[in-house]
């Protein structure tokens, strides 16, 4: 399974990139707001930093607008990935800037059907959002699951990208699921790599070399 970030943050963009846990990243204007300055020069930042694919998003509704944005989002790095809505226009946008090779990131995805068309429009990602439908008392997981026995059913080559990820069971269940990727805020990845017992173990070892430095003035680590 594949772990991209879900944040325009740079620093932790970097850090977690210098542990070798990130794949690609993923952004939308929301989280490009969040982190404030320039936007155009952030997304830029981001593409030089990360080898892997990078999501950028459109911000025009119409086809024209998005062919126009895509291409010149595309001009930051050949690991760019054009994101389009899950719109009429967003699917004929991910149709052309497929067929001249601009892969697509289709977003804005809640139903299994979303994902298909995304998928018979060429995309290379689609990208359903669990949390926002658990949010309103449905179980995202499901939506992932039916995608991806229609996906397997027909042979699909689009991947299912797993978005607004909320807790690290999420990332467990996508797994279970066969879900080619999961995107993740910072904070749930930070939670995936903790674990109390693992805190406790630490310190019983540190204790206990403390011990062995009292007993044993000139011992070194
Ligand atoms: O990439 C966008 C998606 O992950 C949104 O997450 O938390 O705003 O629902 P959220």
């Given amino acids: 399974m594949k772990i991209f970030l879900d944040t325009a943050n740079l620093d932790a963009i970097k850090k977690y990139n210098d542990m070798g846990l990130l794949d690609g990243i993923t952004t939308n204007p929301s989280l490009l707001a969040k982190e404030g300055g320039d936007p155009q020069k952030t997304m830029k930042e981001i593409s030089t930093i990360i080898k892997g694919d990078v999501s950028l ?22 690991n760019v990935i054009v994101k389009c809505p899950m719109t009429g226009d967003g699917l004929r946008a ?3 800037l497929s067929v001249e090779g601009i892969p697509v990131n289709v977003t804005l995805v809640f139903s299994p059907n979303q994902a298909l068309l995304a998928a018979k429009a060429g995309a290379k990602y689609v990208s359903p959002f669990i949390g926002r439908l658990d949010d309103i008392g449905h179980t995202g997981m499901d939506l992932i699951k039916e995608i991806k026995q229609i996906f397997t059913n027909y042979n699909f080559k689009t991947e299912i990208l797993v978005a607004s990820v909320r807790h690290p069971q999420h990332v467990v269940d996508a797994g279970k699921i066969g879900a080619d990727v999961v995107t993740l805020p910072p904070a749930v990845l930070e939670k995936m790599l903790k674990h109390t017992l693992t805190d406790k173990g630490l310190k019983a070892f540190l204790d206990d070399w403390e011990r062995l430095q009292a007993e044993n003035p000139d011992l070194k680590a």
């Fill in 94 to 96: 991910c149709k052309s």
């Fill in 57 to 78: 998003e459109v911000v025009s509704t119409t086809y024209d607008g998005m062919i126009e944005e895509g291409k010149k989002l595309r001009e930051y790095g050949n």
